[in-house]
């Protein structure tokens, strides 16, 4: 078990999220619970391991599934070795059509999961996230990855189930970056407006307005990047296509 972010600080910003929200701490607990059980077994990742592997990287590129992401194909290509590509979970997909593999995918597996079990077959560590509202997506997707993964949860880590911070996959791709020790990050397709991308949802056919609630959490995000910008004071750079 293991909390990578500070646990005071965060649960500061869990309590502020929950209220937000109208969240509870047990489903969210249950769901980490169950997602430390399911990952027994797998192909594991800790988190060691992962600082390893990039600690050579320079800079990492935190790709999101804002509506900016459809014109943002020449920029993730143009990326260079020494990047460390983060993809947030539908994202998967746009970067897979691009034939782009990501290094690290995080999910809560709302994504088009053909794609994420496509792109950690084919290398991408998996960081699977346990959430009260995704049980049932656990329960019916983690047994398909075969590649590696590591667990994440917003509350009490389990084993193989690490906080990381971070609320939805995208700003958690930052916190996970910036844990990795790496300052210089670059935001694709991380809008945090009021328009939902089509690569947010495996249903949508086009970008649409955000409902309340996503707004809401979109908010979160932007408050959450803004906050580990200057905790751990990162070079933030968001880029525009």
Known sequence: ???????EKWLKWYNYIKKTLSLTFEQDQEATN???????????????D??????????????GAGPSLEKSDIVIKGLDEFTVVISSDG???FLIENDVIPHIVVT?????VQDLVYANKRGAVTVIHGHGD????????VRFFSGEVIGSTQVEPMPFVYNFGGF???DRGVFLASHLNIK?????????????GKYSKPWLKDSQPASEIKRKKLEIARRLVDWIVKEKKLDIEYVKT
């Open 134 to 141: 995704n049980i049932e997506r656990l329960k019916s997707y």
């Open 1 to 7: 078990m293991s909390w990578v972010i500070d646990r």
């Open 91 to 93: 994202a998967t997909s």
């Open 168 to 170: 939805t996959d995208g």
């Open 184 to 196: 210089k990050i670059l935001l694709i397709g991380m809008d945090f407006g009021d328009i939902v």
């Open 50 to 63: 992962l600082l390893s592997r990039f600690s050579k990287f320079r800079k990492a590129a935190v790709i």
């Open 108 to 112: 809560d597996l709302d994504g088009k």
């Open 34 to 48: 169950f997602l430390s059980e399911l990952l027994k077994g797998k192909n594991i990742l800790n988190f060691n």
